[in-house]
């Protein structure tokens, strides 16, 4: 059996890929001997065992640390007394010293002893946390996997089960919050079954954009959040988190005794960097869907067949390092917010971030739903117009230059006469507009929406999956090592120089330890799991189900096969592409559960407009994929059919499409307040863990009163009467109430 490690520490000597001058790095050996010195006192002198072992490249040191019964014992008495303190349900751990009827979660043992050193003086730990001004050095503080769970894990994987494992014992080796992801997949995914049934019955049999449809998938998506949020509550009651946010360590970078009027202003202040990141990316989107739509549909020139993945290539080079940049940012100024804890530093970072991806992943199916299909023609005339008149300009140029050119085209820009022009610059776009009209994608919103729903999250399982395995053998491979995989193992050339000179006496469990060293290595090689992008990752699908699966029905089935598969890929990279996850306690999905709010109330507004707008009328029965004719779309059809043509039309269709939103909105407040009444009585009113709650805080206030020496309600206490001293002693020895009631029964 390999020691058994509980954290280790990463420690750079020396910075990797940086040359410096000899005094430099006669310095630099001199901090890191002094530090590395005092990082290694801090963790004895507190009671722990800890050994630096060299790392993966030079000047990498690896220090392992382990945690002895005694102060094992320690940590859980010090965070039960905390609990108490702060009113949470008392923990399910083991008592100080009952390790053997009841052993401690391998996850509580890891968050004790990686609490107790990375948090603050103040909250009791060692304060050895990474990035600080005193531990600079210090890369991070990670635990190692369990490979036997692991590979149970992975085992599990069958095709008739969404969970692997059970959530429970996820619980036990990742901690609350990891558990608290899978369980909310889990439950999602199932419950997904239902509006991907409906959306297959309506696809089949029923009618394109049909108002029964829409009803019921936002009945759906007001149930789920309700009913989650119920969850929640119940499953802090049966994991005794309820709460925990009050017993949280504080932050490193909080600055103490700071004024709240303070903070709000400076979160105010980061919404107009919000705002102005937002419409950078609107006019960048939305001039690439310009580009996309209308633009290289009019170029008929040279290679325009290439030019088609101009938009593709625009958005490749610009959106994403847009978002980065503003991933940055919002980092900066939520550490400028000076946030106490760090749930509330990561829920403000996670809307700001969030808020852009939202818009990222929803502006173009907005732009095709309400711009290209309502009014695509209007905006390709004028694009065509303005390509056009850019065409004169260019012309009148060529001309003042005397540049003069054999080949004439033909145009008609007004649908007037046609006109003959001696050039051929303008002749690379379409001039005739019937047959501009004719190349509006007629089924622009339905591509979309595969592209979306499966085109995208293939990708991303591959993102997840197989590209890790890339990257590490690429590496892997320039480092003259051969190919290498997420356990450890490999094959190939293998670099030894972290084996030489080891200490004599290690005979027996020299290869024992070589081979857990190079497995502690890999692991610290790995990156950091950031449950973030699954949380991002499953609610900006909910978005696309609850928004725009009116467009096409078939969305939450391929929703609900991803997820099928998403539970695993998930796992799967937590057990080999990424680092183990430090378990942290939690009694909610944090900012989540609000953004899935928001997202049902949009689902509202747009289920509501694209009913409206697109809905063919009652006597046109057409099937899902073939609304359309020749030459326009079927929606087109619909908006002629409840009104004539004009800019006055136009504005009386917006006008009406924000009232019946507006009026969908309003309905939306009434079947949250209806539903909630109603999840609430039927699943948490009455229940066990509404009486284990009531249960738990009864007890909690009867151990006080009793360490006060009070009576606890309902308790019987039988005093000794003392005689004292009254001049109305006799008043209380004379009761006259038998004598009465005898006298009575005797006249009877």
């Not at 507009?433 to 994608?441: E, F, G, T």
């Not at 747009?606 to 697109?614: G, K, M, P």
């Amino acid at each position: 059996m390999p020691p058994h490690v509980d954290v280790v520490i990463v420690f750079r000597a020396i910075q990797k890929g940086v040359s410096f001058s000899k005094e430099r790095i006669r310095q630099n050996a001199v901090k890191a001997e002094r530090q590395y010195s005092k990082l290694i006192d801090a963790l004895t002198r507190a009671g722990l065992k800890a050994v630096g072992r060299r790392g993966e490249s030079q000047g990498q040191l690896l220090v392992m640390v382990t945690c002895p019964q005694n102060m094992l014992a320690h940590l859980i008495h010090c965070e039960r007394n905390s609990d108490f303190l702060y009113g949470l349900p008392m923990s399910n751990m083991p008592s100080a010293n009952d390790f053997e009827s009841a052993p401690l979660s391998p996850a509580d043992r890891v968050r004790l002893v990686h609490g107790f050193i990375s948090s603050t003086p103040e909250d009791g730990g060692l304060g050895i946390i990474p990035g600080r001004k005193e531990w600079d050095l210090v890369e991070s503080v990670m635990a190692l996997h369990d490979h036997n769970f692991n590979d149970h894990w992975i085992r599990l994987w069958t095709r008739h089960r969404i969970a692997s494992v059970e959530l429970e014992k996820i619980r036990d080796q990742f901690g609350d919050s990891v558990a608290l992801y899978f369980f909310f997949l889990t439950a999602y995914t199932r419950a997904l079954i239902f509006p991907a049934a409906l959306g297959t019955i309506f696809y089949l049999y029923g009618k394109p954009y049909s108002a029964l449809y829409s009803t019921l998938l936002l009945l759906w998506s007001i149930a789920f959040v309700e009913w989650w949020r119920l969850q929640e509550r119940i499953l802090s009651v049966r994991w005794c988190t309820s709460g925990s946010w009050r017993v949280e360590k504080r932050r490193a970078d909080h600055v103490p005794s700071f004024p709240w009027w303070k903070q709000e202003t400076r979160m105010m202040a980061g919404l107009p960097v919000i705002m102005l990141f937002a419409t950078i990316l609107a006019v960048v989107l939305t001039g690439i869907f310009v580009l996309e739509a209308f633009v290289t549909q009019l170029y008929n020139g040279p290679g325009h067949k290439y030019v088609a993945f101009a938009p593709t290539i625009l958005f490749s080079l610009l959106v994403p390092r847009l978002l980065a940049m503003y991933q940055k940012l919002a980092a900066n100024f939520t550490n400028w917010e000076n946030h106490e804890h760090q749930s509330s530093y990561s829920s403000s970072l996670s809307l700001k971030v969030f808020t852009l991806s939202a818009m990222n992943a929803y502006l173009g199916l907005a732009l095709s739903a309400f711009v290209y299909v309502p009014f695509g023609e209007s905006v390709m005339h004028f694009v065509q117009s303005h390509l056009f008149t850019g065409g004169y300009r260019a012309l009148a140029l060529m001309e003042k230059f005397n540049v003069n050119f054999n080949v004439t085209s033909h145009f008609s820009a007004g649908g007037g006469s046609r006109k003959k022009v001696s050039t051929a610059g303008i002749s690379i776009w379409e001039s005739d507009r019937s047959i501009a009209r004719r190349k509006l994608n007629s089924s622009r919103l339905q591509e979309q929406m595969f592209a979306f729903t499966v085109t995208n999250q293939v990708v991303d399982t591959f993102t997840e999956i197989g590209l890790p395995y890339i990257v590490r053998a690429v590496e892997s491979f320039r480092n003259g090592k051969g190919f290498r995989n997420g356990n450890g193992k490999g094959h190939g050339k293998k670099k030894r120089v972290a084996f030489d000179d080891e200490p004599a006496g290690h005979d027996a469990h020299g290869r024992e330890e070589r081979e857990f060293l190079e497995r502690v290595r890999s692991e610290v090689a790995l990156p950091e799991y950031d449950v973030f992008t699954d949380y991002s990752e499953m609610v900006t699908q909910f978005g696309y189900v609850a928004l725009w699966s009116t467009i096409w029905p078939l969305a939450p089935v391929m929703a609900l096969f991803n997820n099928y598969i998403e539970a695993r890929s998930d796992a799967f990279k937590i057990a080999v592409h990424t680092r183990r996850p430090t378990p942290v306690r939690t009694d909610t999905i944090g900012p989540w559960l609000e953004s899935l709010s928001i997202l049902t109330w949009l689902s509202a507004l747009t289920n509501s407009a694209l009913v409206y707008l697109f809905r063919p009328p009652d006597q046109q029965e057409h099937e899902l994929g073939t609304m359309v004719d020749a030459n326009v779309t079927d929606e087109s059809q619909h908006l002629k059919h409840h009104r004539p043509n004009g800019l006055a039309a136009t504005r009386e269709l917006l006008t009406s499409a924000l009232l019946i939103a507006l009026l969908a909105s309003h309905g939306y407040l009434v079947m949250r307040a209806a539903i909630r009444h109603l999840l609430n009585r039927a699943i948490w009113s009455g229940s066990k863990e509404m009486k284990e709650a009531e249960r738990m805080e009864r007890e909690m206030k009867e151990r006080y009163l009793s360490s006060l020496g009070q009576c606890a309600p309902g308790e019987n206490v039988m005093l000794e009467m003392t005689s004292e001293e009254d001049e109305w002693a006799t008043f209380w020895t004379i009761d006259e109430g038998m004598d009465d009631i005898g006298k009575m029964l005797k006249d009877v």
